[in-house]
């Protein structure tokens, strides 16, 4: 069996981190461990991938434990595998080249936040570190483009839509008597702008109220800021979510307010709950939130918001409609099920030496 190691720079598990660990049980053909930093940060990450059974490979997250990987990787992997959230930081651009060099394996990667604003350096060094990777892997069309655009060629690039596993939704929707519930399931981390969103309920009146899930450096702001609004009980912060499903499924509305993502996974899973979503107007995003499954808003002025929140408040089908729309768009869209097998399709590509954009 064909084995490919996956590899994370991560500095704590988030998103592009849960994106690795579904990679690693839903590979058809391929055996799959993954590598990742030895930082107190992700010890409870290591640990549930241990207990899940997926091989894990500590290492140092320095030039010499980089190296050390990678001659691991040599006498290990078929292919090399690295997730890359932010694609203009230094070690994102160096990490790749130096398994590549050093291992002799192909090297892929996959490019989560394309459109982060970095130095020319930056840019120029990404480009030659780029030319060391056999292959790169986009979440959304505008994400191709975007690294296109930096001189990274097209044919070297794929379009693979992120997945998550059907939880066998659509589940049913809260009670109408009550308030319009919105909830929100990210990393309470600045780019996340929840504060946008605090704002924007604040603007509703009492008839909406928001659950919060996730944790992060920004949580203790964002609570004062939630007393400064006087929304008392109309917030609830309720820290890490184990079951992301039912968390989302206790609610009419998703809201994701982010000024950066790539392909969110809390989307999809909103989607295969049946869940219809509020989310910025992020490039890509567009390639999600289609045919009627929510609204793309401005991720710089929370009105927007508070108008979408408060049309929805005071005309219940709405959220409905999303919520059906959005499931549906999730059951024709075979990509957007974990299960899907586009991953190992791109790896055969890459070592067919085929174009992977075909």
């Not at 694609?87 to 996959?110: I, Q």
């Not at 604040?202 to 944790?215: K, N, S």
């Amino acid at each position: 069996m064909k084995r490919v190691l996956l590899v994370s720079e991560a500095r704590r598990a988030g998103g592009a981190e849960l994106y690795l660990e579904r990679l690693a049980v839903a590979l058809p053909g391929w055996s799959a461990g993954i590598a990742l930093p030895e930082r107190p940060s992700l010890l409870a990450w290591r640990r549930r991938l241990e207990a899940a059974g997926i091989p894990v490979l500590p290492f140092t997250p320095t030039v010499a434990g980089w190296r050390r990987l990678a001659v691991r990787a040599r006498g290990e992997a078929t292919l090399v595998h690295v997730n890359l959230p932010s694609t203009y930081d230094g070690a994102c651009g160096a990490l790749p080249a130096v398994l590549a060099a050093v291992s002799g394996k192909p090297v892929v990667t996959s490019e989560h936040l394309v459109h982060l604003e970095r130095s020319r350096r930056r840019r120029w060094l990404k480009l030659r570190t780029a030319s060391l990777v056999r292959a790169v892997l986009v979440t959304s069309a505008a994400g191709k483009r975007a690294l296109a655009g930096e001189g990274i060629p097209a044919g070297r690039i794929a379009v693979v839509l992120n997945g998550v596993p059907d939880p066998g939704g659509p589940f049913p929707f809260p009670p109408e008597d009550g308030s319009l519930v919105v909830s929100t399931l990210v990393a309470l981390e600045p780019r996340k702008q929840v504060d946008l969103l605090l704002r924007a309920i604040a603007g509703c009146g009492a008839r909406v109220r928001l659950e919060i899930g996730g944790d992060g450096p920004c949580r203790e702001s964002l609570e004062a800021l939630a007393r400064e609004l006087g929304l008392g009980d109309r917030v609830r912060f309720h820290g890490t979510v184990a079951d992301a499903a039912a968390f989302l499924a206790r609610s009419h509305v998703v809201a994701l307010p982010s000024r950066l993502e790539g392909m969110p996974l809390v989307l999809l899973d909103a989607f295969a709950c049946g869940r219809g979503v509020l989310a910025s107007d992020l490039p890509g995003m567009e390639e999600i939130v289609a045919e009627g499954s929510g609204l793309l808003l401005s991720r710089e002025d929370p009105g927007p918001w508070t108008k979408a929140l408060e049309g929805a408040a005071g005309e219940r089908s709405r959220a409905r409609a999303w919520g059906a729309l959005a499931r549906e768009r999730f059951e024709r869209c075979p990509p957007l099920d974990g299960r899907a097998a586009a991953p190992p399709r791109f790896y055969e590509r890459v070592l067919s030496g085929d174009p992977v954009d075909a």
